[in-house]
């Protein structure tokens, strides 16, 4: 682990926001928030009551009576406004997240700055939402219109403290919805500062607010509400089932970007020097803690024990550390639950035959640093293979056939992301036809974009975010016909 500097940087005082105003914990019960780089506390976040959330749902419907009446050209300017506030910002927002959840100072910048290309985005789109007039007798009109779905609830976890709040917000705010907005409790203060862009943009008190609290109780009470008209959560299948069970009881839509488990296929003409390379940054990238984090690594027999050389060495040349330390290629776990997961899995893996060939254990006694591990010829029983580890640990598995290699990357409930990499064109088309997920990279890991729909299959969700389709997740369709 890289030597760490000390680092006193201010951390922002913690609030919610309802109805326009910014809260404070008075008597409320509040949360501790941790930085996960050295234990310490940042600050005290107040977590809301019953009377909080009812006052975000009353504001939220009157905001809502009001926003969908707005032109796209009022909402896009709010929405490129605050693009433009995040880049202004980017120095401080990136400074807050990494302080928060851990991740290099590096990847907090692209964060930020991602967040603002998906508002700039968003702004643009909210130009686009068209409709269609169908083909009838002179005399009469039929046409198809896409409306604002209605108030949103949103759920968003800690790991992209930045843009996942900027997703969550930014296709409500274009459809012309309002959204009351639960991020993680862990990475609060970056949560507030995109609100506070879309603020200092403009938007109008109540069309926006931000809630913490304890999660269950919280969903619970926004979900009864029959002023929710739609749901969208970031997280856990467990969660998102929950949630979608308290959603079924008033029909509300919902957009779930669930657990994944990504496979990564390796045939044997391989560009390996690349792939190596790719797939290294990849996994270290926020500690391994992305959805769709590169982890089944299944490598032809030819090329496997060569690539597990290769990769291990190279995983273990990654510095962890601080990520306010620029030397740093990987930053802490977020929290210890982490840490009690990768020990856990870790040791049960061993158990079943694994072999470790880079990390496999905690860096030091302060913070939550693991260090970048390869566990090679894992076997399919191993709860690793089964269980997304959410952290910075690759899996080696060998395969003979096309065929075979499909059905192990297959075989799981899990569809939001795979990987395959070859340097052949045709063995390339079929293995982005054969993989049951919502996102296939091929000789790339760089699956989202703006304009992309992000996405789950199987039980890694349904419905989309960004792209177009993150647009029209936030409208209903209404077809009116005149005589």
Not at 121 to 147: C, D, H, I, Q, W
Not at 416 to 439: C, H, P, V
């Amino acid at each position: 682990m890289a030597s760490s500097s000390a680092h006193s940087p201010a951390y922002p005082t913690l609030h919610l926001h309802l109805d326009g105003e910014w809260i404070d914990a008075g008597n409320r019960r509040t949360h501790r928030v941790i930085n996960p780089a050295t234990g310490a506390a940042l600050g005290e976040l107040p977590l809301a009551d019953t009377s909080d959330l009812d006052r975000a749902l009353h504001a939220a419907d009157a905001a809502f009576r009001r926003w969908r009446l707005s032109s796209a050209d009022e909402r896009g300017a709010v929405l490129s406004g605050a693009a433009r506030l995040l880049r202004e910002r980017v120095d401080h927002i990136s400074l807050v997240a990494t302080m928060e959840e851990g991740k290099t100072r590096a990847e907090t910048r692209i964060e930020t700055m991602a967040s603002a290309g998906l508002l700039d985005f968003y702004a643009a789109e909210a130009k686009r939402n068209y409709g269609r007039v169908l083909v009838r007798p002179t005399g009469t009109r039929s046409m198809v219109l896409r409306e604002p779905v209605g108030p949103v609830a949103a759920f968003s976890p800690w790991n992209f403290p930045v843009n996942n709040p900027a997703r969550k917000l930014g296709a409500p705010i274009a459809a012309g919805c309002s959204v009351i907005l639960k991020p993680a409790e862990e990475a609060p203060a970056s949560a507030l500062a995109v609100m506070q862009a879309l603020l200092d943009a403009g938007l109008p008190a109540g069309v926006a607010q931000i809630v913490f609290g304890v999660p269950d109780e919280v969903s619970r009470h926004l979900l009864a509400s029959t002023l929710i008209r739609k749901v969208s959560f970031t997280g856990s299948t467990v969660v998102g089932k929950h949630l979608m069970r308290l959603a079924s009881e008033t029909m509300k839509r919902t957009t779930m970007e669930l657990g994944g488990h990504a496979p990564v296929i390796i045939f044997d003409d391989a560009d390996l020097e690349r792939t190596v390379e790719t797939l290294a940054v990849a996994k270290c990238r926020n500690a391994g803690q992305v959805c769709v984090s590169p982890t089944r690594f299944y490598v032809q027999d030819a090329v496997h024990d060569r690539f597990v050389d290769a990769y291990a060495a190279r995983l273990s040349a990654m510095t962890v550390g601080n990520g306010l330390d620029a030397g740093n290629h990987m930053g802490p776990l977020a929290n210890p639950r982490r840490l009690e997961a990768m020990d856990t899995l870790m040791a049960d893996a061993i158990r079943h035959g694994a072999t470790v060939r880079a990390g496999g254990e905690r860096i030091g006694n302060e913070g939550f640093f693991f260090r970048p591990t390869v566990l090679a010829d894992v076997p399919a029983d191993a709860r690793v293979m089964n269980e997304e580890p959410f952290g910075p640990i690759a899996l080696t598995a060998r395969f003979s056939t096309f065929d075979e290699a499909v059905e192990q990357a297959n075989r799981l409930p899990f569809g939001l992301a795979a990987f395959a990499f070859t340097q052949n064109l045709r063995r390339a088309n079929l293995i982005g036809d054969a993989i049951e997920s919502g996102m296939v990279g091929i000789n790339t890991t760089m699956i989202a974009a703006a304009d992309s729909p992000f996405q789950g299959v199987k039980e890694s969700g349904h419905g989309s975010e960004d792209g177009l389709e993150g647009l029209q997740a936030c409208l209903v369709t209404k077809s009116i016909h005149q005589a």
